[in-house]
């Protein structure tokens, strides 16, 4: 049994917010453990709560869609949600409810390693892109500490707002150009680290001095 799998079992288990009471599942997240790629929303919504999987509503099917034009499937990347229990009446989450489900969405980050996280709407680049608006930095990237992320809308904005389907469309299609350039700083970051450590001076042990006994 893998530790993500542990995990999914111990976030099935929490009620730490109110809105464990009125949920159907939890909705951890499902994909690849290994992905390159982590897709991190807003909240379950209704289909998701009673399936207890990520993105299976029309959002998730254009999110599919989205994945399918750069040779994606969702077995391949890893999606989650910067909460894990729908609110009542998909309203939005509360600040308190992302905060107690932050350490989940941190253990989940450590356990797979992406080298790339995109955030999918306001509520999961706020979390990656503090103090930023989704207007004016979707389709960019950031690297900090060995990951890249990178904004986009949330797909259900599409649903609402058809101008915005282009959009998504056009920020996915940098998916790939952006995840080979992570690798490239990722392999460069190593082949650095190899060469500190063969470079390091080697420390020799201090002179004794000779008994004259």
């Avoid at 009620?15 to 009125?22: G, N, V």
């Avoid at 910067?82 to 989450?93: A, E, F, Q, S």
């Avoid at 469309?169 to 350039?181: N, R």
Wanted: a positive charge.
């Amino acid at each position: 049994m893998s530790a993500l799998t542990d995990l999914n079992k111990d976030i099935a288990l929490c009620r730490q917010c109110e809105i464990a009471k009125t949920r159907t599942m939890s909705v951890p997240g499902e994909g690849a453990e290994n992905a390159e790629i982590m897709f991190i929303g807003e909240a379950p919504g209704w289909n998701e709560d009673q399936q207890g999987r990520p993105f299976i509503g029309a959002a998730g099917q254009f999110l599919d869609e989205l994945l399918a034009s750069i040779k994606l499937k969702r077995s391949q990347v890893y999606i989650a949600n910067v909460i894990k229990c729908r609110p009542p009446g998909n309203r939005d989450p509360l600040p308190t409810e992302i905060a107690n489900c932050q350490h989940w969405l941190d253990k989940q980050i450590e356990l797979i390693s992406p080298k790339i996280i995109v955030t999918l709407g306001r509520y999961s680049m706020a979390k990656f892109f503090p103090g930023k608006t989704i207007s004016k930095i979707h389709g960019t990237a950031q690297t900090r500490d060995g990951i890249m992320y990178f904004a986009m809308y949330h797909p259900a904005a599409a649903l609402h707002q058809g101008n915005l389907r282009q959009t998504l469309k056009e920020d996915m299609l940098k998916l790939p150009l952006l995840l080979a350039q992570a690798k490239t700083a990722k392999i460069k970051e190593e082949v650095k680290t190899e060469v500190k450590v063969a470079i390091e001076p080697k420390t020799e042990p201090p002179p004794q001095q000779l008994s004259m006994f």
